[in-house]
């Protein structure tokens, strides 16, 4: 049987890898200020490391490419020092570690990655429209 949908695997496996890397990155933003975290460190930037997997196509055994997240990884980056005394964080000489996060490059990754998630979404759609089209051919 044809499957008219060839693709779809590849497409949804992008877009939940494109939907992890969007909550990371929100996760980045929203504590891009936290001076203290469960450990006691201020919080350290993550990002998504993408891997591409061969799967098994449906009808004619070939590969068809998927990406996946292989891990989520903490950035090695150190924390930004900044002076503020009065911070309840600050050390003796007034230092306070802040996360080392970005926001103008966090901001840059979520249109990047928003992007990513609607052109993959288009896929989808498109590949809908046309299943649409093949099944009213035979009416």
């Known amino acids: 049987m044809l499957d008219v949908l060839t693709g779809i695997q590849s497409t949804t496996a992008a877009l939940n890898a494109e939907r992890t890397r969007l909550d990371v ?15 006691g460190k201020p919080y350290q930037r993550q990002v ?26 903490k950035d090695t980056r150190p924390p930004q020092l900044v002076y503020e005394p009065g911070h309840p964080d600050a050390d003796a000489n007034g230092m306070v570690a802040l996360p080392n996060i970005n926001i103008h490059e966090e901001m840059a990754d979520l249109i990047a990655a928003s992007r990513a998630f609607d052109a993959n979404l288009a896929v989808v759609r498109n590949a809908r429209s046309m299943a649409l089209a093949t099944l009213a051919i035979g009416k």
């Open 25 to 39: 990155i929100s996760e980045n933003i929203a504590n891009a200020q936290t001076t203290r975290g469960p450990d």
């Open 48 to 73: 998504v490391v993408f891997q591409t997997v061969l799967q098994k196509a449906i009808d004619g055994g070939g590969e068809v490419p998927a990406v996946r997240v292989a891990r989520i990884q």
